[in-house]
């Protein structure tokens, strides 16, 4: 009998690390998606020169984990875990950094095409241009008016980046029937162009 409650004490102690381990990756991804989104809401650069903590010129999102956990006791352990190399993840890497904009963009994304949606029509504003590496981007714009509130207001919104490699009306037509397709917006609700 004793062996049983041994056995149910020591399950029931490693439910509660794992629970507790669970809890702290919850509190530590908490803090990183809220540096994650002040700069995304501020339009600023996340990377520097070196993307290592605790050195010169490691761009603001490590900057900002780094002031997070002078005042805060979960990121100074979660910092304190990385620089001993006790955790193989710490989630502070470039590629946590866009999986995570990603995330956010897709959210912002759905909501505008929801507010869209419930405007019904909208007008679209295609902007070709080539990027950094000379390929040919159309930015396409939406615009509507949004009357959830008490005064309708007119709503433009940037929704896709889509590279173009036919910059004729065919070509650019067939872009945006197939980003409207994509984005579940109805191309006869289109008003304007």
């Known amino acids: 009998m004793d062996s049983k409650i041994g056995i149910i004490c020591i399950d029931l102690l490693k439910a509660m690390k794992e629970m507790k381990k669970r809890e702290h990756w919850r509190h530590v991804l908490t803090r990183i998606i809220a540096i994650v989104k ?10 520097g020169d070196d993307e290592r903590l605790n050195v010169e010129n490691n761009g603001l ?12 006791p979960i990121m100074k352990e979660h910092l304190r875990r990385a620089n001993a190399k006790e955790i193989q993840y710490t989630y502070l890497g470039k590629k946590i950094q866009n999986e995570l904009i990603q995330l956010l963009a897709n959210e912002v994304r759905s909501a505008i095409v929801k507010k869209v949606k419930h405007a019904k029509y909208f007008a679209v504003i295609l902007d070709c241009t080539p990027d950094a590496s000379h390929e040919e981007q159309i930015s396409l714009i939406v615009r509507f008016v949004d009357d959830s509130a008490n005064l309708p207001t007119v709503e433009e919104h940037s929704l896709e980046f889509l590279k173009v490699d036919d910059t004729t009306g065919l070509g650019l037509t067939t872009e945006l029937q197939k980003a409207l397709i994509k984005l579940d917006l109805d191309i006869d609700d289109i008003r304007g162009q």
């Open 38 to 47: 002040r700069l995304v809401k501020n339009t600023l650069p996340f990377r």
């Open 61 to 72: 999102f490590l900057q900002m984990v780094e002031m997070v956990s002078e005042f805060d």
